[in-house]
């Protein structure tokens, strides 16, 4: 069956610390992919996209990730993560017409 | 400009009773979606229109749920009796068209809880 898998459920960092959440989907097709975050009482918004080209992509606030086509990964990663970035990470895969969203990465960042 | 507008956003029914969300997107979005998601886990995408046409419901539980979308502008999404299990949050969102180049900008939610 299709899915996107987020291994991290819960990460507590401290502020300057480095952030990694990891993001595998099990799509063989053309995908589009997304990572959506959620801040404590916020909607749903993006924070980066890859359609095709550069598989570095760069979004909001500092953060990247990385489409590793051969690996079915695309990985969020930020050098130094700050207390306001204390959210829900999600992961999301769209194919045709289909949207996949993974379970969702709780990220607590202390001061 | 505005975003989707979602109403009510809380909602407490009891099993077997029914219940309405409404969703306005942002004006000139053709497509809307509305998705669940049930606590501890990602948006689960119930139904996609395009305009006031429907392009994918296949993970909408036809039983209970239905949506429509009236003059290709605002939804509504009923669920007809509610069951324990439908308590989640119920997200719209809209994009300028369908696919996957296009972001979608998702509303506040509704959250339903269904005793």
């Known amino acids: 069956a299709q899915s996107v898998s987020q291994h991290n459920h819960h990460v507590i960092l401290s502020e300057a610390a480095s952030l990694e959440l990891g993001c595998n989907y099990s799509?063989?097709?053309?995908?589009?992919l997304f990572w959506y975050v959620q801040y404590p009482g916020q909607h749903l918004q993006l924070l980066l996209k890859?359609?095709?080209?550069?598989?570095l992509v760069k979004g909001i606030k500092g953060f990247e990730a990385e489409f590793i086509k051969s690996k079915f990964s695309f990985n969020l990663r930020k050098p130094s993560v700050q207390w306001s970035d204390t959210a829900e990470y999600f992961c999301a895969v769209i194919s045709g017409n289909q949207f996949y969203f993974g379970t969702g990465t709780s990220l607590t960042v202390i001061p | 400009e505005a975003g989707v507008a979602q109403s009510p956003r809380y909602k407490i029914i009891e099993k077997r009773q029914s219940v309405a969300f409404w969703c306005n997107p942002i004006s000139g979005h053709a497509t809307l979606y509305w998705y669940q998601q049930i606590l501890g886990q990602g948006p689960k995408l119930l139904i996609q229109f395009q305009n006031n046409g429907v392009v994918d419901d296949s993970q909408l539980p036809k039983d209970r749920f239905s949506a429509e979308r009236l003059k290709g502008v605002d939804s509504t999404l009923k669920i007809q009796p509610a069951k324990l299990e439908d308590s989640a949050v119920y997200l719209c969102?809209?994009?300028?068209?369908?696919?996957?180049?296009?972001?979608?900008?998702f509303g506040p939610g509704t959250r339903l809880t269904v005793l």
């Open positions: 890859y359609f095709s080209g550069d598989p």
């Open positions: 799509y063989g097709g053309t995908v589009n």
């Open positions: 969102a809209s994009s300028p068209s369908s696919g996957g180049y296009n972001e979608q900008f």
